[in-house]
């Protein structure tokens, strides 16, 4: 597989199989994602993964902050307003998906069921939590960013499916816990990962993309 069969290819995976993904087999994904780019050579970043009961563990504490409708709480604010055109997109996504899964406007609990599963981790059997010292700042977390997308393009050219998602980090103090990590740290994004599941509609829905002459301005 080639860098641009990889990204045309990578989707965001919102249904996995429970079948476990190999300890060795997410070293090599983050062995070659560690090639990533940063400022200055930093690397700022530093990994936690859960799997097994470890995630189980965490997965239950989620699905009971959902059904508490606990407020979500990441260590990067989420966004408080977007500008129109933004929203518009936000919009549009919900719509594509909600239409390719079958799920009317009405349907408050198919609707719910789809939100809940942000907080399953999508059922996927591996989490990948990407942290950061807190007294960095903008430059290393584009630096973060850039490692995001290098794990999600080694995974899929190893034939696993991935779903980058906020939701995964939403609940710091769970994850603290769970896994020993530092106040010092930010915890700044979650990458789910796993195989798809082929069974499951979410599985075949990718999002669209803007048109190249929409988003390029060439000068000459």
Known sequence: MNVSDALTSRFTCRSFKSDPVSEEKINQILADALH?????????????????SKLETIRAQYLECFKLNKPRNPDVALAKTWPDKYQKRIRELANEMFNHLKISEEDSYERNASWRSNFEFFGAPSVIYLCMDKNLGEW??????????????????????????????????????????????????????????????????????????EVVKYFE
């Open 140 to 213: 290393s977390m584009f630096d973060m960013g850039t490692l995001s997308q290098s794990i999600m393009l080694a995974a899929t050219e190893s034939g696993l499916d991935s779903a980058p998602a906020i939701n995964l980090v939403v609940y710091p103090e769970i994850l603290r816990k769970e896994l020993r990590i530092p106040n010092k740290l930010s915890i700044i994004f979650g990458i789910a990962i796993g195989y798809k599941d082929n069974e499951s509609p979410q599985s075949s829905f990718k999002s669209s993309r803007r048109p190249l002459k």
């Open 36 to 52: 990533s780019p940063s400022w200055a050579n930093t690397q700022p970043w530093q990994i936690y993964v859960a799997s097994g």
